[in-house]
Nanobody
């Protein structure tokens, strides 16, 4: 069993930055793809960013390209999401996801964290 715990969320003004972390326990993450999804009130959970197990291949939703950056530290069993130039429309609960084969579909995730709230004020 894998446990994922997100941290780093909070309230920030538009244009600001936040760095989210997702710490995994129970199993090494080095064999897994990892990613971030988000869900705003009244909306479906959507893909934000993903990173392959090797760390060499990343992918992003069009809405965050050039502003968000995903990285991982397998030695620390942690994945990060650096979020820059935040916009009010980035407001959502952000979830960490893990899977042997993660895609941009939420159904591909095998494990989820409980989420961390990000609120961007205008």
């Amino acid at each position: 069993q894998v446990q994922l715990v997100e941290s780093g969320g909070g309230l920030v003004q538009a244009g600001g930055s936040l760095r989210l972390s997702c710490a995994a326990s129970g199993r090494t993450i080095s064999i897994y793809d990892m990613g971030w999804f988000r869900q705003a009130p009244g909306k479906e959970r959507e893909f934000v960013a993903g990173i392959r197990r090797s760390g060499g291949i990343t992918s992003y939703a069009d809405s965050v390209k050039g502003r968000f950056f995903i990285s991982r530290d397998n030695a620390k069993n942690t994945v990060y999401l650096q979020m820059n130039s935040l916009k009010p429309e980035d407001t959502a609960v952000y979830y960490c996801a893990l899977s042997l084969r993660l895609s941009d579909r939420s159904s591909s995730a095998e494990y989820w964290g409980r989420g961390t709230q990000v609120t961007v004020s205008s």
